[in-house]
């Protein structure tokens, strides 16, 4: 059986997001899924999900959820908070990192992310049906998701109801170190359509982030690099998220989750996937500098981030909520027919 919870706002291009939509780009659909996937497992791992349970994005504000039916879980993973209001007015304050169960007829209130995407996370991942093997939402072509659209006010989204205890929640720590430093990437394959001195200006200077700049890719702003003889122009050929196009105008173009599956613009390097998640989280105005490095260092990089982010998830840890009772301490702590050691407070749930 079902829970279901409604988005009661639903916050500005909030979409729903897997580990994307794998198999498919020989036909020429994109991958999508989500744009950091560490934070997704993040959020997925604070709820006991499958790592790949589909769960929202949100890029700007965030939506309004009420638990309509059943009992369910919500999860945070980012920069970014939430307020519940319960179904009989008690606020509650949720923190980054950390989960909050609805009850029917509490709304949670998520906040705007402060900083480049953050995901909410609900117990049995969002359970819209699969297209083409994913919950993705794609907008372009307007599949998975919910009808392939962001979120819309109104709409009901199936989830899992919560098993377990609905008053123990999990929280984990600050997150996992994010390398700093340039983002690393893979020379080539075509950056033998560019000038030695283009070679030397792309890995030597700082480029800003436009606000030019969604879910497809991201176009950065610089000293223009100049293509040699053979052209602006290739063969159209495929292309991957972190794939560095440079069209005529000189100025890079990074692709993202829901690029597409080929372009005929030169491709002078492509981002590692470990470095890739970073530039979710860039604003306009950022300056953003590329250092190349080899396939080894590359495998090594995401390695230790998948590493990291491991390290996290196995740390996670329990609490019981501000004014909730914690059982198993209270029996513990018990002395005779309900008495209490007197140097130990107990809050009594005010719900």
Not at 100 to 106: I, K, M, Q
Not at 279 to 293: N, S
Request: neutral net charge; glycine residues 12%.
């Amino acid at each position: 059986m079902s829970a279901i919870v409604e988005v009661v706002e639903a916050g500005m291009a909030v979409t729903i997001q897997d580990r994307g939509r794998r198999g498919y780009r020989n036909i020429g659909v994109p991958l999508s899924g989500a744009l950091d996937p560490g934070l997704m497992t993040a959020a997925n791992a604070l709820l006991g999900n499958d790592p790949d349970a589909a769960v929202l994005e949100v890029c700007l504000a965030g939506p309004a959820l009420k638990a309509l039916s059943g009992t369910v879980r919500v999860a945070l993973a980012g920069e970014l908070s939430a307020q519940v209001v319960t179904s009989r007015g008690r606020v509650l304050k949720v923190e980054p990192w950390q989960t909050v169960t609805l009850f029917p007829g509490d709304v949670a209130r998520i906040g705007a992310v402060a900083r480049g995407v953050g995901y909410v996370g609900i117990s049995g991942g969002f359970q819209v049906p699969p297209q083409l093997g994913s919950r993705s939402t794609y907008v372009r072509a307007r599949i998975g998701g919910a009808d392939g659209l962001p979120l819309t006010t109104g709409l009901r989204l199936p989830c899992a109801p919560l098993s377990g205890n609905p008053w123990l929640e999990s929280c984990g720590t600050q997150p996992w170190p994010v390398d700093q430093g340039p983002i690393r990437v893979i020379a080539g394959p075509q950056d033998d359509h560019f000038t030695p001195a283009a070679l030397d200006a792309f890995f030597s200077q700082p480029y800003a982030v436009t606000r030019d700049m969604d879910r497809m890719g991201i176009r950065f702003e610089g000293e223009k690099l100049v293509h040699n003889e053979r052209g602006a122009d290739v063969v159209s050929d495929g292309v991957a998220p972190g794939s560095i196009q440079v069209p005529a105008n000189g100025q890079p173009i990074v692709l993202l989750a829901d690029c597409q599956t080929s372009g005929g613009y030169p491709k002078i390097a492509t981002v590692i996937s470990a470095d890739l998640p970073r530039l979710a989280h860039v604003r306009p105005g950022d300056k953003v500098r590329f250092v190349a490095v080899d396939h080894a260092a590359a495998a090594a990089a995401l390695r230790d981030l998948a590493s990291r982010i491991a390290r996290w998830c196995a740390a996670i840890g329990t609490f019981f909520p501000a004014g909730v009772v914690d059982e198993t301490a209270l029996y513990e702590g018990n002395l005779i027919s309900g008495a209490i050691r007197g140097d130990e407070a107990v809050a009594l749930a005010c719900m």
